[in-house]
């Protein structure tokens, strides 16, 4: 397959599908064709050059699921610019350290926050154009010999600033050829062709960017933009599905859990969907079985992680198990290693590791991270897990988050799986704890379901009941909350510092 940019691939399907229908604004009624899309997005690459935006240059965004951020992402990257998405919900003082240790040249948001950002002038003086996101849709060029740079498919597209739930965040530096061939493997093993995706995932992760937007662009698909799903609810979304004719939803499983608490019981109409994809997070079995159950629209789960593009594994909805992760994409590798670095031998549990055309081209400033991290072009993830006979992947747990009790490695995704099975519980998790006489032990978080009472006493009976008794939690802690990342990640160190 020759390597081609993302100003190729707009091009491309903008030939190809022309007056096809391709982008649908849930919040504005708005429908883009691929030519009109294709066209507005070269368009503003253009105004970006004529703004002194150079091929190379960082230019950061901050702004919500709107048409102005693919502007922004799509007209940074077709003026051979390196796109630099931000979460929304970021604080003056992060924005501020993103675009200072990026060396952004532009940033681009609206009015109310680029009048914040004004105030931090003097410490990121690299940062000298700052670009109201309105103008964007209706910026006209001045030259008409203005030509965009050359790009090559290796050129650095985008970095995506990623804290995982480790620790400081980290720029990861992704080609055009990463995000392009990353998308076209999901497309491929989803068989995925003229289908609607609807995006309620926020555009500033990789996951509302490869699976949600460049996915449906690389087959002929389209999108239903909707606005960034909320924790708090997600009212009128089933019938958003049903009045645009959604074929696919890419959720994380907070989503499903959401979904699977809605009050009503009366079952909507969804004749149109195929199939949810899930990722971004660990999905347990009694979560996918209880959707599946209540919508009877079957969930595939995927695996995958910023410094992989996005996706590294998937199942389909004619290959699948559950709990797996899935089968690998065709054009990246996975394996299981040892701590020596060998290959693990099938069914035994060891560090996920993956080679291919989708690993990133490493930590932006940071060698010394990516050389800790990539190994003979092997990525090693952190995730522990083996494959099956079929070649499914499974996902044990984070090799940072390992319990080791009295020498023995306890895996706390074991016992969630366990606490998820008990009706009362809506979400957990599970984290080690000093322990002056095993080391470590266990610690359970836990949120209760609306209407439900448990006790601490009851719950551990529950959990001796169901696990053998070294595994069983020593404490159990109700909570409101569990703290997340934006991607749905449990942020399992607030809870260790916590405990």
């Known amino acids: 397959m020759n390597k081609i940019t993302i100003d190729s691939l707009l091009r491309i399907k903008s030939n190809e599908y022309s007056e096809r229908p391709f982008l649908f604004v849930q919040e504005s009624g708005e429908e883009y064709s691929y030519q009109e899309f294709d066209r507005l997005t070269e368009n503003t690459a253009r105004f970006f050059v004529e703004e002194g935006i150079a091929k190379g240059d960082k230019v950061g965004i901050l702004l919500s699921n709107t048409v102005e951020f693919l502007l922004a992402y799509l007209g940074a990257i077709r003026a051979g610019a390196i796109a630099i998405p931000m979460n929304p919900t970021l604080k003056e003082v992060e924005i501020h350290n993103l675009l200072r240790h990026s060396n952004a040249k532009a940033f681009v948001s609206e009015s109310g926050i680029l009048n914040s950002i004004r105030q931090f002038n003097s410490s990121i003086p690299k940062t000298n154009r700052l670009i109201q996101s309105s103008l964007l849709r209706t910026a006209r060029v001045k030259s008409v010999n203005l030509h965009l740079p050359e790009i090559t498919p290796d050129d650095p597209a985008i970095i995506l600033y990623t804290s995982g739930t480790t620790g400081e965040p980290k720029g990861v530096v992704l080609s055009h050829w990463n995000l392009v061939i990353n998308a076209m493997d999901i497309a491929n093993a989803l068989e995925f062709h003229d289908e609607r995706m609807m995006c309620i995932l926020p555009l500033h992760h990789t996951n509302g960017q490869v699976i949600n937007f460049l996915t449906p662009l690389s087959s002929g698909g389209s999108v239903l933009l909707s606005p960034a799903y909320n924790v708090l609810g997600l009212s009128g979304f089933w019938q958003n599905v049903i009045n645009y004719k959604v074929n696919v939803i890419d959720m994380v499983p907070t989503v499903l859990t959401i979904l699977n608490s809605l009050k009503t019981r009366e079952k909507p109409d969804l004749a149109s969907l195929k199939y949810v994809i899930c990722g971004a997070a660990p999905l347990t079995i009694e979560l996918q079985e209880q959707f599946e159950a209540r919508y009877q629209c079957p969930v595939v789960q995927e695996y995958g992680l910023t410094e992989a593009t996005c996706v590294s594994s998937i199942n389909s909805l004619k290959h699948r198990k559950l709990g797996s992760i899935g089968l690998s994409l065709r054009s990246n590798k996975v394996k299981i290693v040892r701590n020596d670095g060998s290959e693990s ?9 993956i080679n291919g055309e989708n690993v990133m081209q490493g930590y932006y400033l940071r060698p010394d991270l990516t050389d800790e991290i990539i190994k003979d072009g092997w990525l090693y993830t952190g995730d522990m897990g083996e494959i099956d006979a079929d070649g499914f992947i499974f996902i044990v747990g984070r090799k940072k988050e390992i319990i080791i009790k009295g020498g023995e490695n306890i895996y706390p995704l074991d016992i969630e799986n366990i606490l998820y099975k008990h009706p009362a519980v809506s979400e957990c998790t599970v984290v080690g704890i000093d322990d002056k006489i095993y080391g470590e032990n266990i610690k359970a978080f836990i949120v209760l379901r609306d209407g439900y009472k448990t006790t601490t006493s009851e719950t551990l009976l ?3 009941q169901n696990l ?23 942020i399992k160190r607030t809870l260790v510092n916590k405990s």
């Open 345 to 353: 031998p099938q069914g035994e549990v060891g560090e996920i590791v």
């Open 468 to 490: 053998p008794n070294f595994w069983c939690p020593v404490k159990i802690e109700f909570v409101d909350h569990i703290p997340r990342t934006a991607s749905g990640k449990v």
């Open 462 to 464: 529950f959990c001796r």
